[in-house]
């Protein structure tokens, strides 16, 4: 069980510019959860993949937000035109079916300048 | 609707004292519950969780939380804290008539003095 992994841990970009992040789970769970933190708050939900299967995005996020996950295995999260205002911790969590038990990988800080 | 709330921002206690931390949550049904704790620049980890049965949960680090029905609250307790105990801790639980979405509270940010 090696965990969960998030790539990149820091992004840096101008105004914008598109970014990607990835999130692998723990192989054998099949829900993937996209959380967004800022500084003094709690994790804000975003989305939530059951295997490939987008189940839910939050209705706090826009249209410059998408999220993948071929193949029910690792997931993406892209920011088209990034804003000052998606400067974040993004956060990646796995959990089995069932009442989930959230386990989370380290995160992407995003800084948007 | 926000499933869980915390009602303090900040608490601070010497090191060796006790620590309660206030969960409360908001359900019909008996919900399930979780403890994370989370240190500066990484993600969070799970301390403990309640699902059912036993209302006394222990978990890692020497914390345990207890569920009370009565007062709607899930309060974290470690009844001698450490000067590594220093973080943000965060109670969740699952929205309102879902088991699938988990929704955390703002947190409690946790200082020990020396």
């Known amino acids: 069980d090696t965990g969960v992994s998030q790539d990149p841990r820091h992004k840096i970009t101008k105004r914008g510019q598109n970014v990607t992040f990835r999130c692998d789970p723990i192989?054998?769970?099949?829900?993937l959860y996209w959380y967004r933190q800022t500084l003094g708050q709690g994790p804000e939900f975003l989305t939530y993949?059951?295997?490939?299967?987008?189940?839910?995005k939050s209705r706090l996020l826009s249209d410059r937000f998408s999220a993948e996950r071929p193949k029910g295995s690792f997931s993406t999260l892209e920011i088209q035109r990034t804003e000052q205002g998606d400067s974040a911790m993004y956060l990646c969590?796995?959990?089995?079916?069932?009442?989930?038990?959230?386990?989370f990988g380290s995160g992407t800080q995003l800084s948007v300048l | 609707a926000q499933s869980v709330t915390q009602p303090d921002i900040h608490i601070t206690v010497s090191e060796g004292a006790s620590l309660e931390l206030r969960c409360n949550y908001s359900?019909?049904?008996?919900?399930?519950l979780f403890w994370y704790v989370q240190s500066p620049g990484q993600g969070l980890q799970l301390l403990l969780k309640y699902f059912s049965g036993d209302t006394l949960v222990q978990g890692i680090k020497g914390f345990e939380a207890e569920f009370k029905r009565s007062q709607s609250s899930f309060n974290l307790r470690k009844p001698s804290v450490h000067w590594s105990d220093a973080a943000e801790y965060f109670c969740a639980g699952p929205e309102m008539n879902r088991d699938d979405k988990i929704i955390f509270g703002k947190g409690t940010r946790l200082h020990i003095l020396p």
């Open positions: 359900y019909g049904a008996t919900p399930y």
């Open positions: 192989s054998e769970h099949n829900r």
């Open positions: 969590a796995s959990s089995s079916t069932g009442p989930p038990s959230l386990f």
């Open positions: 993949f059951q295997n490939e299967a987008q189940l839910e």
